[in-house]
């Protein structure tokens, strides 16, 4: 061992026993593999713990080569791509476990986040990288990344994808009473990266997980939370940061276009543990 640093965010103790009765809350263990500012780092460690507060339950060990993880490894570097803006770099679940791993069949064990240097100092500059960083560890986790394999993604390619999952949806009821889609409203334009894989911007505005981050301050509402429920995960909704859904035609604060200025790259479909 040796030869990178390591941050490891753990959900609390009292709240992993009131929600899911473990006594090995969840744990999402970063490794620094490099080209990293102290700052960047900070911003790693800070989104896993802003994950860890709300994804609370164990999920079952997994062997990855000759180590075991619980429950999520997620290797963090900055590369040199191509300078500012254009490719933001890569991030996504890289091994996911075995069927045979009950609500957790398919979950991560290992992801991956390699991003542009130059683009981490710009966003670090621009104060945006702890959003950017949370969000792109959320792909990590699965959203929008696992939701077509996990049965949860209805009208994928279509003018109204919808995500499924009956938690989240229920919580978007809640956001818009009279709701009566089947599901909450998917991203339906640009690019590939963007559309399908995150709630939609024009619904759910500053939301963190919509395919556009604006200026420092999105929340992560509880129907993302829920919506890691309805992956497999044993969730803390009420850990959930303040949300509301935007005033109809409310002055949109400047977004920063992500995925198709700054565009993230799916790492491949990841590997699924043989049983
Ligand atoms: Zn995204």
Known sequence: ??????????????????????ESPFTIEVRFLGGLSDAQRDAFAAAADRWAGMIVGDLPDARVGDEMVDDVRIEASGIEIDGPSAVLGRAGPT????????????????????????DLAEMEQAGTLHDVITHEMGHVLGLGTLWSRKGLLRGAGTADPVFTGAGALAEYRTLRPGATGAGVPVE??????????????????????????????????????????????QVDPDAAEAYALPA?????????ERHTLLRTITPGQPTVLAD
């Open 1 to 22: 061992m040796g030869g990178f640093e390591v941050y490891r965010a753990v959900a609390d103790a009292d709240r992993a026993w009131a929600v899911a009765e473990t």
């Open 95 to 118: 091994v996911l476990r075995s069927a045979s791993a009950g609500p957790a069949a398919g979950l991560p064990v290992t992801g991956i986040m390699e991003f542009d240097s130059a």
């Open 248 to 256: 109809p035609g409310a002055a949109r604060r400047h977004k920063l």
């Open 188 to 233: 339906n334009a640009g690019g590939q990266g963007t559309r399908d894989g995150h709630w939609r911007e024009s619904v759910f505005g500053d939301e963190l997980m919509t395919g556009f981050v604006g200026e420092s301050g999105n929340p992560l509402s509880r129907m993302s939370v829920a919506s890691f429920g309805d992956l497999g995960y």
